[in-house]
């Protein structure tokens, strides 16, 4: 076996990470959206608000939401931009999950959303796509699920065009200690009994928490960025640390 990697705090074979993460969100996809707004409170949608302020999408540019089956973030480009067809832009979902897509597919056909998105199954680490194809790049809570987040990065960097933006929206690490107490309590005693009352999966949602605790910290983060050829990394705290936005840009 290759050096261990992480599966929440279990170390596991690298070559069986990606089944196990597939594993994982074939079992929740029809419930994650709804299982988001209730573990968060629906505080992800401000996340989510802030996220689409800072890309500021045009008309025009494309983007790729990596590990976004869902639609959720695609959604929100298309609409920020004003139009159902997203005004010439497009954006094309991957994920690695292709139960995430179908439901993300359902999602776009029950708003109308017939063209603009783009459903492809695919690796974050070996992403579909040619160099410099995307004005934009965007993960929302999939980076800390990458077996090796650095090939990530480096395909992000890969896939954006010269003056290309890239933003990871991720749980984060919270910086306040009484804050991460209260946190913590409510991640591992709430969070896979709700799990398992709502998604009929305790297992997948202890190791979606477990994931939050064994990914890198903020400035960690950032450095990993820019050794990716990535420049001008920047961190903005959501609530405390709980999340946080990388933003950084390809030059």
């Known amino acids: 076996m290759s050096d261990p990697t992480s599966f929440g705090f279990r170390d596991v074979d690298p070559a069986d990470k990606p ?8 079992s929740v996809a029809t419930r994650y959206d709804l299982m988001n707004d209730l573990m968060s409170a629906g505080v992800h949608r401000l996340w989510k608000a802030v996220l689409i302020d800072m890309l500021a999408p045009r008309p025009g540019e494309r983007f790729i939401d990596v590990a976004g089956g869902t639609g959720d973030i695609a959604f929100r480009i298309l609409q920020r931009i004003g139009r159902k067809e997203g005004a010439g832009a497009t954006v094309s979902v991957c994920d690695l999950t292709p139960a995430m897509l179908e439901t993300g597919r359902a999602r776009a056909i029950d708003r109308g959303l017939l063209r603009g998105i783009d459903w492809v199954a695919g690796d974050a ?8 194809s995307f004005d934009a790049y965007t993960i929302a809570f999939g980076l800390r699920n990458v077996t ?8 992000a960097h890969r896939v954006l ?7 990871c929206l991720e749980f984060s690490h919270v910086e306040n200690a009484p804050l991460s107490r209260l946190y913590d309590l409510y991640s ?10 709502v998604a009929g999966d305790r297992d997948s949602y202890q190791y979606l928490v477990e994931s939050i605790r064994r ?5 960690d983060l950032a450095a990993r960025i820019e050794a990716a050829g990535l420049t001008r ?14 933003s950084a840009w390809r030059i």
Do not use: Y
């Not at 680490?125 to 410099?132: V, Y």
């Open 19 to 26: 089944k196990m993460v597939r594993g994982v969100f074939e």
């Open 125 to 132: 680490e070996s992403l579909p796509f040619g160099d410099r």
């Open 148 to 155: 090796h987040i650095d090939k990530a990065l480096r395909e």
């Open 161 to 167: 065009k010269p003056c290309g933006r890239f933003f």
């Open 188 to 197: 591992f005693q709430l969070l896979p009994r709700l799990g398992q009352w």
């Open 215 to 219: 990914f890198p910290k903020q400035g």
């Open 233 to 246: 990394a920047r961190v903005r705290n959501l609530t405390g640390g709980i999340a946080a936005i990388h």
